[in-house]
């Protein structure tokens, strides 16, 4: 089993962390096949999102993943994008939340 990637994240967000997650994989399966179609609107509209919604709910990394594919869809760089995809993935399939108190 690779190594975990244990992200702490405001226990009040653990009602949508597991559907956000699975919009996530959702996400980057289209962006594998916007890729096929070089579709680089598609991957870069999809790629700010990423980008934006991860650090909202404490996913740093994944916020700078979206960074990197959004720049792949800029410069039409279909095996970048290819491989910051298949990281992004190998990112959530690691990843272990851990919910922390809320700081009200």
Do not use: C, W
Not at 52 to 75: C, D, I, K, N, P
Request: avoid cysteine.
């Amino acid at each position: 089993m690779p190594d975990r990637v244990i992200v702490g994240v405001d226990e009040d967000l653990s009602d949508l962390i597991p559907g956000f997650l699975t919009h996530k994989r959702a996400d980057v399966m289209t962006i594998f096949d916007a890729n096929a179609r070089h579709d680089y609107a598609e991957i870069g509209r999809i790629a700010h999102r990423i980008k934006g919604e991860g650090g909202s709910y404490g996913f740093e990394t994944m916020t700078e993943m979206g960074r990197s594919l959004e720049h792949a869809a800029a410069m039409r760089d279909d095996g970048a994008v290819a491989t910051l995809a298949h990281q992004l993935l190998n990112y959530m399939d690691r990843l272990e939340v851990v919910f922390r108190p809320s700081k009200d």
